[in-house]
T-cell receptor, first 118, second 111 residues
Framework: GAVVSQHPSRVICKSGTSVKIECRSL??????MFWYRQFPKQSLMLMAT?????????EQGVEKDKFLINHASLTLSTLTVTSAHPEDSSFYIC??????????????FGPGTRLTVT | GQNIDQPTEMTATEGAIVQINCTYQ??????LFWYQQHAGEAPTFLSY????GLEEKGRFSSFLSRSKGYSYLLLKELQMKDSASYLC????????????FGTGTRLTVIP
């Protein structure tokens, strides 16, 4: 099946610094990638949708200048949390969708990145 | 707005059958996904229903009624490893393929 990886799996950073999270589709080309955030015991909240080669579409309430998304290739999207603060500590999960799959709307999730801002 | 209603927690016995219900109200609907999520891990795909009726896949089955805004996930022959959260996720818009997740149902399987 389709595999999506994320790196790093865990990261601890100091308040005010920036952190980059990578999401890669390993065995398929992902025309669309999604970034979610999940706080403990809460649902996955969609942050943004990115299509390869174009600007990301952010959900209401998500600051695009704080959460920079780049989807420069069909296998890689990055999320950069700029000037991170403790309230940004969360589980960040990416998912990817290919252009031509038998189940065209299925999203394949990465393993997630646990960000802790101290 | 969007709304999903699932029980917050359920407990069932190993070897038993459990049904997790989901009702939803969404603006736009193009099918419904069920995902399984173990604590601290990303969700994994279980099923996708776009037409009314029952889809069976091994120990897991999923049912959809579009007119009633209702779905359920049926787990048979429960195993301890089935202890996880189960997320009902309607697909909102085909263009953006937005999935809308509720808080999920935390299932605990006991011996």
């Amino acid at each position: 099946g389709a595999v999506v990886s994320q790196h790093p799996s865990r990261v601890i950073c100091k308040s005010g610094t920036s952190v980059k999270i990578e999401c890669r589709s390993l065995d398929f080309q992902a025309t669309t990638m999604f970034w979610y955030r999940q706080f403990p015991k809460q649902s996955l909240m969609l942050m943004a949708t990115s299509n390869e080669g174009s600007k990301a579409t952010y959900e209401q309430g998500v600051e695009k200048d704080k959460f920079l998304i780049n989807h420069a290739s069909l296998t890689l999207s990055t999320l950069t949390v700029t000037s991170a603060h403790p309230e940004d500590s969360s589980f960040y999960i990416c998912s990817a969708r290919g252009a031509a799959k038998s189940l065209s709307y299925e999203q394949y999730f990465g393993p997630g990145t646990r960000l802790t801002v101290t | 707005g969007q709304n999903i209603d699932q029980p917050t927690e359920m407990t069932a016995t190993e070897g038993a059958i459990v049904q997790i219900n989901c009702t939803y109200q969404t603006s736009g609907f193009n099918g419904l996904f069920w995902y399984q999520q173990h604590a601290g891990e990303a969700p994994t795909f279980l099923s996708y229903n776009v037409l009314d009726g029952l889809e069976e896949k091994g120990r897991f089955s999923s049912f959809l009624s579009r007119s009633k805004g209702y779905s359920y996930l049926l787990l048979k022959e429960l195993q301890m490893k089935d202890s996880a959260s189960y997320l009902c996720a309607p697909l909102l818009r085909t263009g953006a393929n937005n999935l809308f997740f509720g808080t999920g149902t935390r299932l605990t399987v006991i011996p």
